[in-house]
């Protein structure tokens, strides 16, 4: 992140510390518009995310995963903290749709098996089939413990549904 993006997003968040959520998001969202450097507008726009959930704006939220899907050269490894932080947050409020909705919409903007499984988790308890298909992408991650990760994840959603273990694949297991 730039100094002016720091700077921006610091003031923006003051504002939401004076006047409310409503006024943080509404600056944070103008700044995802307006700051140039992509790493800014993440960050931007991930602040602008929390505040709108924090409003239960859910329009507000579903429309920042569409600007986040679009901006493509921005560090995921900057980010994804961030956001996997937001996506549990969502889920542990029981709000799993727009958990879904921002881990896609990373997965769109720079797709990784850190991404897929953040995809993953977020679908895990909603729609298992849809959550092994991203466990499974994650799986050929060059990083074990994110693969030795997803194979868990893999062998706790078929004991949920019930079923044999998948057998696991790669080496190390």
Do not use: F, N, W
């Given at each position: 992140?730039t100094?002016?993006?720091?700077?921006?997003i610091a003031?923006?968040?003051?504002?939401?510390?004076?006047?409310?959520?409503?006024?943080?998001h509404?600056?944070?969202?103008?700044?995802?518009l307006?700051?140039?450097q992509?790493?800014?507008?993440?960050?931007?726009?991930?602040?602008?995310?929390?505040?709108?959930?924090?409003?239960?704006d859910?329009?507000?939220?579903?429309?920042?995963?569409t600007?986040h899907a679009?901006?493509?050269?921005?560090?995921?490894r900057v980010?994804?903290p961030?956001?996997?932080?937001?996506?549990a947050r969502l889920?542990?409020?029981?709000?799993?749709r727009?958990?879904?909705?921002?881990?896609?919409?990373?997965l769109?903007?720079?797709p990784?098996c850190?991404a897929?499984?953040?995809?993953?988790?977020?679908?895990h308890?909603?729609?298992a089939a849809?959550?092994?298909?991203?466990?499974?992408?994650?799986e050929?991650s060059?990083?074990?413990?994110?693969?030795?990760?997803?194979?868990?994840?893999?062998?706790?959603?078929a004991?949920?549904?019930?079923a044999?273990?998948?057998?696991?694949?790669?080496?190390?297991?």
């Amino acid at each position: 992140m730039t100094p002016k993006g720091r700077l921006a997003i610091a003031a923006a968040e003051q504002a939401g510390r004076v006047l409310g959520s409503r006024a943080a998001h509404s600056a944070l969202r103008s700044l995802v518009l307006t700051l140039s450097q992509p790493d800014d507008r993440v960050a931007a726009l991930l602040a602008a995310a929390r505040h709108a959930a924090q409003l239960a704006d859910e329009p507000a939220v579903l429309a920042l995963a569409t600007l986040h899907a679009e901006i493509t050269d921005a560090d995921a490894r900057v980010h994804l903290p961030a956001l996997t932080q937001l996506c549990a947050r969502l889920l542990s409020e029981r709000r799993p749709r727009l958990a879904v909705e921002l881990a896609r919409a990373e997965l769109r903007r720079a797709p990784s098996c850190e991404a897929q499984y953040l995809l993953g988790r977020c679908l895990h308890r909603q729609h298992a089939a849809d959550a092994d298909t991203a466990y499974r992408a994650a799986e050929s991650s060059p990083s074990d413990g994110l693969r030795r990760a997803a194979q868990h994840q893999r062998r706790l959603l078929a004991l949920t549904r019930r079923a044999p273990a998948p057998a696991s694949s790669g080496a190390g297991a």
